[in-house]
T-cell receptor
Framework: TQLLEQSPQFLSIQEGENLTVYCNSS?????LQWYRQEPGEGPVLLVTVVTGGEVKKLKRLTFQFGDARKDSSLHITAAQPGDTGLYLCAGLPTGTASKLTFGTGTRLQVTL | KAGVTQTPRYLIKTRGQQVTLSCSPI?????VSWYQQTPGQGLQFLFEYFSETQRNKGNFPGRFSGRQFSNSRSEMNVSTLELGDSALYLC?????????????FGPGTRLTVT
């Protein structure tokens, strides 16, 4: 079983601060996705990275896939209250086309 | 385009009963996956259906089953409910044939077993 460990588990910061969330595994993934989930809703896909070393930007969010495709990071610049939510990484293990493995989650709270 | 819909949104059942949850994928999506989300275990994969066939299965007991209809709508069933089955059950649909590549989630069904 491929496990994806996320750190930190919880993060409470003030508006305007920067933060980084990490997603680590000992296994190699063919692709990795990041989702954000708000209370009472299902996760919403933010980005998919497929190439080792790939960096993608989505406004104030920067996603990076590790060179060895075993880890990823999410960096948020100048966090806003609207960024509050549960951030989940999800990896698609090599060789299995349809069985996503989700990370343990990082709960982010951004206050004014 | 309408998103993934799940019914019911909330459900309260008693231990030993059975429950059926329904999921309608985004139009054109043929892959439907089901997940269980709990505070302790996080989001765990239950199974995935594509063209009415179960393509992949997670590590859940046989009490958890599912099916997919010709219009891609899917149902999951849990028999002989246990207290530990209380969770948010999420359905996700995917456009690509391989599934799992980009998942579009519904709002979930919150199941409480008493």
């Amino acid at each position: 079983t491929q496990l994806l460990e996320q750190s930190p588990q919880f993060l409470s910061i003030q508006e305007g601060e920067n933060l980084t969330v990490y997603c680590n595994s000992s296994s190699v993934f063919s692709s990795l996705q990041w989702y954000r989930q708000e209370p009472g809703e299902g996760p919403v896909l933010l980005v998919t990275v497929v190439t080792g070393g790939e960096v993608k930007k989505l406004k104030r969010l920067t996603f990076q896939f590790g060179d060895a495709r075993k880890d990823s990071s999410l960096h948020i610049t100048a966090a806003q209250p609207g960024d509050t939510g549960l951030y989940l990484c999800a990896g698609l293990p090599t060789g299995t086309a349809s069985k996503l493995t989700f990370g343990t989650g990082t709960r982010l709270q951004v206050t004014l | 385009k309408a998103g993934v819909t799940q019914t019911p949104r909330y459900l309260i059942k008693t231990r030993g009963q059975q429950v059926t949850l329904s999921c309608s994928p985004i139009s054109g999506h043929r892959s439907v996956s089901w997940y269980q989300q709990t505070p302790g275990q996080g989001l765990q994969f239950l199974f995935e259906y594509f063209s009415e066939t179960q393509r992949n299965k997670g590590n859940f007991p046989g009490r958890f089953s599912g099916r997919q209809f010709s219009n891609s709508r899917s149902e999951m069933n849990v028999s002989t409910l246990e207290l530990g089955d209380s969770a948010l059950y999420l359905c996700a649909s995917s456009l690509l044939e391989t599934g799992g590549y980009e998942q579009y989630f519904g709002p979930g069904t919150r199941l409480t077993v008493t």
